[in-house]
């Protein structure tokens, strides 16, 4: 089983609409989540993190977690092209490895 | 710029050839990291040091071989690689107990 899985994606959705992308993990113990973004070519950079069960919410992102359902998401609102990347989760889990899943691709249309 | 620096950007690579991936952060960080990144696969973690020690080895083959000198360089040393060795090899730092890992900008490595 994978510690960490995505849809893949791509994921196509028109400018302005709101993005949703969903995590699941395996491991119950997990107490920290990240979301990455990555632009083809570059490196993957921290955009949001959460700990507590609920949502929270940073400019046009928001993390959702609800840890009894091992579930994790980020949704972005008004989408914008330049919100065109792959975004990453990653879990810490309860031994200090942090697993990352394979990735959604997020393709912003004008 | 995330103030971790990765040289070189590229790199193209016999299967007989000697190579090092070379790893700088100006953060002030005590742990770095090794990870490859194949396509449409997830990061793969190879090696983890804290204050200069290796603490992890995710059952890296032998012909990657991680140095770290000090806490703000990192190099890993490459030797007799496969074709399957080709991907985006990334360096990370963070700040232990801090949970955020920054990345440099990877090496693409392609090995014929």
């Known amino acids: 089983q994978k510690e960490v899985e995505q849809n893949s994606g791509p994921l196509s959705v028109p400018e302005g609409a709101i993005a949703s992308l969903n995590c699941t993990y395996s491991d119950r113990g997990s107490q920290s989540f990240f979301w990455y973004r990555q632009y083809s070519g570059k490196s993957p950079e921290l955009i949001m993190f959460?700990?507590?069960?609920g949502d929270k919410e940073d400019g046009r992102f928001t993390a959702q977690l609800n840890k009894a359902s091992q579930y994790v998401s980020l949704l972005i609102r008004d989408s914008q092209p330049s919100d065109s990347a792959t975004y990453l989760c990653?879990?810490?889990?309860?031994?200090?490895?942090?697993?990352f899943g394979a990735g959604t691709t997020v393709t912003v249309r004008a | 710029e995330t103030g971790v620096t990765q040289t070189p950007r590229h790199l193209v690579m016999g299967m007989t050839n000697k190579k090092s991936l070379k790893c700088e952060q100006h953060l002030g960080h005590n742990a770095m990291y090794w990870y490859k990144q194949s396509a449409k696969k997830p990061l793969e973690l190879m090696f983890v040091?804290?204050?200069?020690?290796?603490?992890e080895n995710n059952s890296v083959p032998s012909r990657f071989s991680p140095e770290c000198p000090n806490s703000s360089h990192l190099f890993l040393h490459l030797h007799t690689l496969q074709p399957e060795d080709s991907a985006l090899y990334l360096c990370?730092?963070?700040?232990?107990?801090?949970?955020?890992?920054?990345f440099g900008s990877g090496t693409q490595l392609s090995v014929l």
């Open positions: 990370a730092s963070r700040m232990t107990p801090n949970e955020k890992l920054f």
């Open positions: 040091y804290n204050f200069k020690e290796q603490t």
């Open positions: 990653a879990v810490w889990s309860n031994d200090y490895k942090l697993s």
């Open positions: 959460i700990y507590s069960n």
